[in-house]
């Protein structure tokens, strides 16, 4: 089975900290994804990457950038963190970019609060 | 805004009953996908449907894709105490990207 580990569970940041959420999938997928949750809004893309070194913006990446300097490894930054910005952050991954989209695997999430 | 639309928000069933959960776009699918997230959990995917008018069956799970590829449907029958969670659907609007509805949440009451 696909693992897809993100680094922390729960995390607590006060205002305007650089805040780095990392995940790793362990199943060579092409795919990573940004994702965030909040009740009553269901899962918003933030930002994706279909390769190495490269990111596209999803629907809401405005106070946020990423980075994927290995294929395994993908990351969320907040470059200085908003009360707006408490959340539930997921990561998935999947096989490969397709006409059809490929089914994600997600991480356990890091559930975000920003003081 | 959202482009996928997901109706109910809530959904509470006695043990038994039916449920059934909708999804609506504004826009074209080229596929819908479904997930389920148990309470504490995260989503798990559950099937994807492609085909204008395609209706899936998994047990007590039927997924039905609309004529029109712009709506989506999960139907529980018999709901048991195990089926309660979040349930998403997803729908490919642009290449590659995955838009999901706002989800429904499911509790089944003993």
């Known amino acids: 089975d696909v693992k897809v580990t993100q680094s922390s569970r729960y995390l607590v940041k006060r205002t305007g900290e650089k805040v780095f959420l990392e995940c790793v999938q362990d199943?060579?997928?092409?795919?990573m994804f940004w994702y965030r949750q909040d009740p009553g809004l269901g899962l918003r893309l933030i930002y994706f990457?279909?390769?190495?070194?490269?990111?596209e913006k999803g629907d809401i990446p405005e106070g946020y950038s990423v980075s994927r300097e290995k294929k395994e490894r993908f990351s969320l930054i907040l470059e200085s963190a908003s009360t707006n910005q408490t959340s539930m952050y997921l990561c998935?991954?999947?096989?490969?970019?397709?006409?059809?989209?490929?089914?994600?695997?997600f991480g356990s999430g890091t559930q975000l609060s920003v003081l | 805004g959202q482009q996928v639309m997901q109706i109910p928000q809530y959904q509470h069933v006695q043990e038994g009953e039916d449920f059934t959960t909708y999804c609506n776009s504004s826009?074209?699918?080229?596929?819908i996908q479904w997930y389920k997230q148990r309470p504490g959990g995260h989503p798990v995917f559950l099937i994807q449907?492609?085909?204008?008018?395609e209706v899936k069956k998994q047990k007590r799970l039927t997924f039905q894709f609309g004529e029109a590829k712009k709506n989506s449907s999960l139907h529980i029958t018999a709901t048991q105490t195990t089926d309660v969670g979040t349930y998403f659907c997803?729908?490919?609007?642009?290449?590659?990207?995955?838009?999901f509805g706002q989800g429904t949440i499911l509790t089944v009451h003993p």
């Open positions: 998935a991954s999947s096989l490969s970019r397709g006409p059809f989209a490929e089914k994600l695997f």
């Open positions: 199943m060579d997928h092409e795919n």
């Open positions: 990457s279909y390769d190495v070194k490269m990111k």
């Open positions: 826009t074209t699918l080229s596929n």
């Open positions: 449907l492609v085909k204008s008018g």
């Open positions: 997803a729908g490919m609007i642009s290449y590659g990207k995955l838009t």
